[in-house]
């Protein structure tokens, strides 16, 4: 990777996922058909719920980035067909898991599916999902497909627990956060990118720049997702504004408004994030106070400086649509909150 500091954006005006798109077509209308394929089951409730989601407006974007980064390699064959659908199954799995963990009441603007079909449905169809990508990926057979997924999927679960451990706690430092967010988020983004390097029959070197790529991209997207939390609307996330503080979650924006506020701002936010104070009016008041001291802006500025170490990592590959929709992908991420 070189020393230089590329720009995000490799044209001007709004940051669009359409390149990407464009690009990875007609492979991801095969990797759609082995979606819908690998996820029915004569037990009707498992179609039914995982179609819910993964039929909900979702940007399939991990499954993308498997595909694009096999363009930016010239990888000319179809094994990551099957692959990208793996990575899908993984993250829709955990977003299921997500949902019965947090009580959320939307995903992807729609009805969560712990709210239709219960918990424990909910849950089950989750490790459904993950059994049909262990398969996946077995069929491969490649053991270090295998190995990188695997691992992946055990350091996402180690994420999610250890965001358990850190909710309610206005103690959690931004590096604790860091490492959640990088388990949570970043780990499948980094995956998703470095077995394409792998399939391709790439050497070492070129899967560390893939897995670069994905993972600063991952933090990127999670930095973001935590700002229009608090900065966004309810329409444009797939979820209600709010979710966050009034689940006590300790994100960058709060972290930040904790540290630089004075001895009054201290106790609204110990008083908020235990739940004391989690009223619209609230919710409200936070975001004044996030405003107040910058914690918004600051957030989104650490999501550009993440976009912009993804951009490097590719920097040396050539020139051209896989590279070029790679980086407005980066672009689009960091644009969101916009």
Request: hydrophobic share 45%.
């Amino acid at each position: 990777m070189t020393a230089t500091v590329h720009p995000i954006t490799a044209r001007p005006g709004p940051a669009s996922l359409d390149p990407l798109l464009q690009l990875v077509a007609p492979a991801l209308n095969s990797v759609n058909e082995i979606i819908l394929a690998r996820m029915q089951s004569d037990v009707a409730v498992i179609p039914a719920l995982a179609g819910h989601l993964i039929s909900g407006g979702g940007k399939r974007l991990r499954p993308m980035l498997t595909l694009a980064s096999a363009h930016l390699l010239d990888y000319g064959g179809t094994r990551h067909h099957k692959l990208s659908a793996a990575v899908e199954f993984i993250h829709t799995a955990t977003l299921l898991h997500d949902d019965v963990v947090d009580g959320s009441e939307q995903r992807r603007g729609k009805k969560a599916a712990n709210l239709i079909w219960g918990n424990q449905a909910t849950v089950l169809v989750g490790d459904f999902l993950f059994s049909r990508a262990f398969e996946l990926m077995v069929e491969d057979g490649s053991l270090k497909v295998l190995k990188i997924l695997s691992s992946a999927s055990a350091v996402i679960a180690q994420g999610e627990v250890d965001q358990l451990q850190t909710q309610r706690r206005i103690e959690t430092t931004e590096e604790r956060y860091l490492d959640v967010i990088t388990a949570k988020t970043a780990v499948l983004f980094a995956a998703a990118c470095q077995i394409s390097a792998v399939v391709a029959e790439r050497g070492e070197d070129v899967e560390a720049a893939l897995d670069s790529y994905g993972r600063n991209l991952g933090i990127a997207f999670q930095l973001v997702d935590d700002a229009i939390d608090y900065a966004g609307d309810g329409a444009a996330m797939g979820k209600d504004a709010g979710d966050d503080f009034r689940e006590g979650k300790l994100t960058l924006p709060v972290i930040l408004a904790y540290k630089r506020g004075d001895s009054e701002a201290r106790r609204f936010w110990e008083a908020a994030i235990s739940g004391e104070r989690n009223s619209d009016a609230d919710f409200a008041e936070a975001i004044e106070r996030m405003r107040a001291v910058g914690a918004i802006d600051d957030t989104l500025e650490r999501a550009r400086h993440y976009g912009r170490l993804a951009v490097d990592a590719i920097a040396d590959f050539p020139a051209g649509k896989a590279k070029s929709a790679m980086t407005e992908t980066v672009a689009f991420a960091v644009q969101r909150a916009y």
